[in-house]
């Protein structure tokens, strides 16, 4: 059993509410249980010296530590304590819990307690539409009941079978493409013609499989498929009404259903919510995504960003730097593409504060630094790196260095026509313009007005696309009246 430290971290996360035995795992494994817990930023190699020095047999040594340590922790995991957070996710647990028993029992030859667990917790399955466990249950039953010759038993488990693994492999379909339909929009990939196309296949055979089949996991991978389809398209209206349809979808199931998957629907809600301006309802939502994330989680990252957003948005810039810090608490659990995120909103806090409009700020901000850390947004072609490049030009600004952003005119220009072209860009268009009129007009604030009317009238009447919130963190029309402020009259 190999674990990268990265994997034994994640599970000690997991476990860390379960006991550890020393005696039964040596002071060793606790030693480099331990560690982990408190640091788990250390490579392997690091780990493997902080425990063994020098020793001769030191990488065998601790290979076989962390197997011992793995293998424990993972014991731990089956015995685990439910979390009370929904019934759906107590009966998940539970349920697979019975289903490995189910097993290890038939492989110990106690049948007639394999066979209870299996027909006492089908039940639960079928309430909860656990279609893999229902079919294997059902499998289990069928064949226990052929061999006894209870042939209206084995007929009716036999049917049941046989309906489980049909809805099974629809569920295996639509996971699949819906997990190829997701890796188009990870990370920072110019999306092509092609991938368009094959996106909007994807979506159809998406659409195809809800028709064959029904169950809880197909009607949340298509609605899913649905809003990830209107945020596609830019429709705000159509991802709104979704995501509330999905939402009254959930609450209609018997069982609560579980956190992460009302999470799902509720996060796509809040953007629109912040560019329509309905800002108590943001917040609202927000605060109960939250409520529902753990402590330390991908979740409650992405989460945390719409916070910042919402702060610049309804210019509460306090609560922008609030959501930073509690971001901050966990740096080292932020995935990198996240952090540079945070990043550039640290820059955002560093020039409100530079003018005034925080009044505290305790973090010290570097601009080259910055530069260094946001290498993925920086090495993008699709428009994302404006933010970048937006908020370098205006903490210049902000600290009287005219020279450099002149220096930048000519980049600014370069970067607009090669990466601006779209249509879901041309907020973005138009601020740069606007910048780009800094220098014609000599950094004086009535010249700077008067060339750039036409601009920032095209820019208000611009509507705003679902993906500007990646990218004019602080709408276009505050930081047009900020860039006013730091000119001179």
Not at 16 to 27: F, L, N, R, W
């Amino acid at each position: 059993m190999k674990f990268e430290i990265k994997g034994l971290a994640d599970l000690i996360k997991i476990t860390k509410g379960a006991m550890v035995d020393q005696v039964q795992i040596g002071a060793r494994a606790s030693e480099l249980y331990q560690h982990i817990l408190h640091n788990s930023n250390l490579s392997d190699e690091e780990m493997q010296t902080l425990l063994y020095g020098e020793a001769p047999n030191r990488k065998a040594n601790y290979i076989h530590l962390k197997n011992r340590l793995s293998k424990k922790l993972i014991d731990n995991l089956i015995v685990l304590p439910n979390r009370q957070d929904s019934k759906y996710r107590v009966a998940y647990n539970e349920c697979y819990k019975n289903f490995a028993a189910m097993k290890l029992l038939l492989i110990r030859g106690a049948k007639n307690s394999a066979i209870s667990l299996a027909k006492q917790t089908l039940k639960k399955t079928r309430q909860y539409e656990l279609t893999d466990l229902n079919f294997q249950f059902s499998y289990e039953l069928m064949q226990h009941y052929a061999l006894v010759g209870e042939k209206r038993r084995c007929a009716h488990y036999k049917n049941l079978f046989e309906k489980y693994l049909a809805i099974y492999q629809v569920e295996v379909t639509i996971g699949a493409t819906f997990a190829n339909l997701s890796a188009y929009f990870a990370g920072t990939k110019k999306m092509t013609a092609k991938d368009r196309a094959e996106i909007n296949e994807l979506i159809e055979e998406i659409k195809n499989c809800n028709s064959r089949a029904t169950s809880y996991k197909i009607t949340y991978i298509f609605n899913l498929t649905q809003i990830i389809e209107a945020q596609f398209n830019n429709d705000l209206e159509a991802v709104a009404a979704i995501g509330q349809s999905a939402i009254k979808t959930l609450d209609q199931y018997d069982f609560q259903p579980s956190n992460v998957h009302y999470f799902s629907f509720l996060y796509y809600l809040i953007p629109g919510l912040i560019l329509r301006g309905q800002d108590d309802r943001a917040y609202s939502l927000i605060v109960r995504c939250l409520e529902m994330t753990e402590r330390v989680s991908y979740n409650r990252n992405i989460t945390l960003l719409y916070k910042a957003v919402y702060g610049f948005y309804s210019r509460r810039y306090e609560i922008a730097e609030e959501a930073y810090n509690q971001a901050m608490k966990h740096k080292k659990e932020i995935p990198a593409n996240i952090m540079e995120q945070w990043k550039i909103i640290e820059a955002y806090i560093c020039l409100l504060r530079n003018l005034g409009k925080l009044e505290t700020s305790r973090f010290r901000f570097r601009l080259n630094k910055f530069l260094n850390e946001v290498p993925v947004y920086s090495k993008d072609k699709t428009g994302a790196n404006v933010s970048i490049i937006v908020v370098q030009i205006l903490l210049m600004l902000s600290r009287g260095e005219r020279g450099a952003v002149i220096d930048r005119m000519d980049a600014l220009t370069s970067y607009a026509y090669k990466y601006l072209k779209k249509d879901n860009t041309y907020r973005s268009q138009c601020f740069i313009k606007i910048l780009l009129q800094l220098e014609k007009s000599y950094f004086n604030r009535i010249a700077f007005r008067r060339k750039t009317e036409k601009y920032f009238k095209l820019l208000k009447n611009a509507p705003h696309a679902l993906t500007d919130l990646e990218v004019e963190l602080i709408p276009y029309e505050d930081q047009y009246e900020l860039l006013c402020q730091m000119l001179r009259k």
